[in-house]
């Protein structure tokens, strides 16, 4: 069996299947997303599902579902699955599944009666185009395959329901037939690699329901329309390929396409490989310009995720060429813009971050310890240098340096840093003054940068900048350190004392401004009070604001947030900090951690990781189904086990 198979006994079980999600990628922003027996239990998935900027900012779902039925001697066996309210499941066609396999692409194996079906299925590179494979393994006789598309044309955030404006007309087209269900949409063209017959039979398919957004708290109804079907007669051995795109194919062509995007494709064999292929999904090319997004499905693209994220998600992956398309083409001279002449990227929200541009400059020292600092320095020693003033001169919109050489930021009316949930308009954390990661990542930046002015010859320039982070690191120590652990972060005479994983970055950064008995302690405390099998809880157990469930309305989910679910992203710097500590007496603890991420690959959204996950077992994941900087994290992981392994210095 391979590493991502899933058998008959699971997958006919709906309690089990259900909470089992897949997502595929273009790399330009659509996606294919279900769970294993086709049965869509979010909003948010679709077999065709893509950016339309001209509409709007999200993604919209075009086609939602294709229900395939098998006919033979006129006997009709419907393989699909849509849940209609009461927990009434139809027409059951899970029932049919036997195997269902994604180490290369998503294959999942029929069995109705003597007739053996495959349904292979991958998104077309850089192409908004979806292509499904159905191949006719074993019969008796010859078969009739009928394919009913289920349409939706709408945002993800939103649903749809029965109207007089959608139009229900199917227009013919080489092999298929085409329809533009409301103005303004493209036109979804849905086309096969043989000849098919077309019946027009319009009917809404009403209260389809999505349990995951019945869960959240919100509208989980929709009526979808069925224009009518294609019927296509199959012999044993035979393949048909099945397109929907926003563009008109040449369906001679479809099985060179397939070929060659299979080629494409590599085995997810073992969590590093998942990992590798999950990083690689967040890849989005819009144009000239290339974005790492932030997940999926309802993710953007952010400044402080995508640089926490890139350096992992490319070079620790051996893809260097999407490191200089993300960071040099595209990030680079949007930072470059925004601290020059104030202008915000269209695509990379979030620059004005006060951490967001600290996060930047950590990613160029990953790149100096992948390469060497004097590389680093050739291609971001300017801009780097322009950060630390930015800063210094008081120009960034949301944080001012005082006398002390300490960041302070204003984040009582709105979020400062990623624990952002916000509650009728106010943060929910509201951490403000100094605080203690962005002061870390701070001090990190101004003795990195010392570094590359040491490596360009700048060495007077060096020296001032090792004196004014000298001063930094005094003024850290006496404002977070309270004997025990780090201070969340400081106002005034108000020092919050709550555990929480931000203190973890102090201890985790190669200019830490710690001694090293300082960093056991931050890194003990994290171990005792917040460490799981997934990462670091938001807050410890002891505080009287733990709550570790994300459960309930939006509300609710948004209180419990950042105080006791756990994020994966935090492992990246909890593993780093541990290793500092420990050095190599630590890599078999660390390597025992990562079983609990090699759990995640078969659970939930299999091959990749969520956002966050419960802080109490059995840690169950909630949020984005597939979320970069959990993905990044568990890859620095295992890169940094492999340096320790290997005798290198980080």
Same mark, same amino acid.
């Given at each position: 069996?391979?590493?991502?198979?899933?058998?008959?006994?699971?997958?006919?079980?709906?309690?089990?299947?259900?909470?089992?999600?897949?997502?595929?990628t273009n790399r330009a922003g659509a996606y294919n997303s279900t769970t294993l027996v086709d049965c869509n239990t979010r909003k948010y998935h679709g077999q065709l599902v893509l950016p339309l900027?001209?509409? &709007?900012?999200?993604?919209y779902v075009l086609l939602s579902s294709l229900d395939e039925t098998v006919i033979q001697y006129g006997a009709e066996f419907n393989l699909g699955l849509h849940k209609y309210g009461e927990n009434n499941f139809m027409p059951n066609g899970h029932k049919y599944i036997r195997e269902f396999d994604c180490v290369v692409i998503s294959k999942t194996t029929y069995r109705v009666g003597g007739v053996i079906l495959t349904k292979e299925r991958m998104l077309v590179s850089f192409e908004p185009?979806?292509?499904?494979?159905?191949?006719?393994?074993?019969? &008796?006789?010859?078969?009739?395959?009928?394919? +009913?598309?289920?349409?939706?044309?709408?945002?993800?955030?939103?649903?749809?329901?029965?109207?007089?404006r959608a139009n229900t007309d199917m227009t013919a087209v080489s092999n298929g037939c085409k329809n533009r269900m409301y103005e303004g949409f493209p036109e979804l063209y849905m086309q096969f690699s043989k000849k098919v017959t077309y019946t027009h039979d319009p009917k809404w398919y009403? =209260?389809?329901?999505?349990?995951?957004?019945? %869960? +959240?708290?919100?509208?989980?109804?929709?009526?979808?329309?069925?224009p009518g079907y294609f019927e296509v007669g199959m012999k044993k051995g035979e393949s048909v390929i099945f397109s929907a795109g926003i563009s008109e194919i040449k369906p001679s062509t479809l099985k060179g396409i397939w070929e060659k995007e299979l080629l494409r494709r590599n085995a997810r064999e073992n969590m590093f490989a998942c990992l590798k292929n999950s990083a690689a999904q967040f890849y989005k090319r819009m144009g000239d310009k290339c974005y790492l997004l932030a997940g999926y499905p309802w993710f953007g693209t952010t400044a402080r995720d995508e640089f926490f994220a890139t350096p992992s998600c490319t070079l620790d992956i051996d893809r260097p060429e999407y490191w200089q398309a993300i960071m040099d083409e595209t990030a680079v001279p949007a930072v470059n813009a925004f601290i020059d002449q104030g202008k915000e990227d269209a695509e990379l929200k979030g620059l004005d971050e006060p951490d967001a541009l600290l996060w930047l400059i950590r990613a160029f020292q990953k790149y100096a310890h992948k390469y060497s600092v004097e590389e680093a320095a050739k291609r971001y020693g300017e801009l780097c240098k322009k950060i630390i003033d930015y800063y210094k001169k008081g120009k960034h919109p949301r944080s001012v340096v005082h006398n002390n050489g300490l960041i302070w930021v204003e984040g009582r009316e709105r979020p400062a840093t990623w624990m952002n949930a916000m509650e009728y308009g106010r943060p929910i954390t509201p951490r403000t003054g100094y605080i203690v990661e962005i002061n870390a990542l701070w001090y990190n930046a101004m003795c990195f940068t010392a570094e590359i002015l040491r490596a360009? &010859?700048? =060495?007077?320039?060096?020296?001032?900048?090792?004196?004014?982070?000298?001063?930094?690191?005094?003024?850290?120590?006496?404002?977070?350190?309270?004997?025990?652990?780090?201070? =969340?972060?400081?106002?005034?005479?108000?020092?919050?004392?709550?555990?929480?994983?931000?203190?973890?970055?102090?201890?985790?950064?190669?200019?830490?401004?710690?001694?090293?008995?300082?960093?056991?302690?931050v890194v003990d405390i994290c171990t005792k009070e917040l460490l799981t099998p997934r990462g670091l809880r938001t807050i410890s157990p002891?505080?009287?604001?733990?709550?570790?469930?994300?459960?309930?309305?939006?509300? %609710? +989910? =948004?209180?419990?947030?950042?105080?006791? !679910?756990?994020? !994966?992203?935090t492992i990246a710097a909890y593993a780093r900090a541990y290793m500092n500590v420990y050095k190599h007496s630590g890599i078999s603890f660390m390597q025992r951690l990562l079983v609990g991420y090699e759990q995640e690959m078969s659970e939930l959204c299999i091959g990749t990781l969520n956002e966050l996950y419960d802080g109490n077992p059995p840690y169950k994941g909630h949020g984005g189904m597939s979320y970069a900087p959990s993905v990044a994290a568990v890859i620095s992981v295992i890169d940094t086990m492999n340096h320790f392994e290997t005798q290198q210095n980080l």
């Open positions: 069996m391979s590493y991502l198979n899933f058998d008959k006994t699971l997958l006919v079980n709906l309690e089990r299947s259900l909470s089992k999600e897949m997502i595929r900027p001209e509409i &709007g900012p999200d993604n185009r979806v292509l499904i494979r159905y191949t006719l393994v074993e019969t &008796g006789s010859p078969c009739v395959l009928r394919f +009913r598309p289920f349409l939706a044309f709408r945002s993800v955030n939103e649903l749809t329901h029965e109207n007089a009403k =209260d389809i329901e999505y349990q995951k957004e019945q %869960e +959240r708290g919100f509208e989980y109804k929709e009526d979808q329309l069925v360009t &010859g700048h =060495d007077n320039m060096a020296d001032l900048m090792d004196y004014q982070a000298a001063l930094t690191k005094e003024a850290f120590v006496s404002t977070f350190w309270n004997g025990y652990y780090l201070d =969340d972060y400081v106002i005034d005479a108000y020092h919050d004392k709550e555990v929480r994983p931000n203190m973890i970055w102090a201890a985790a950064l190669p200019h830490s401004p710690l001694d090293r008995k300082q960093q056991k302690a002891k505080s009287g604001s733990y709550r570790p469930i994300y459960i309930g309305g939006q509300l %609710e +989910r =948004d209180r419990n947030f950042h105080n006791g !679910p756990v994020w !994966p992203f």
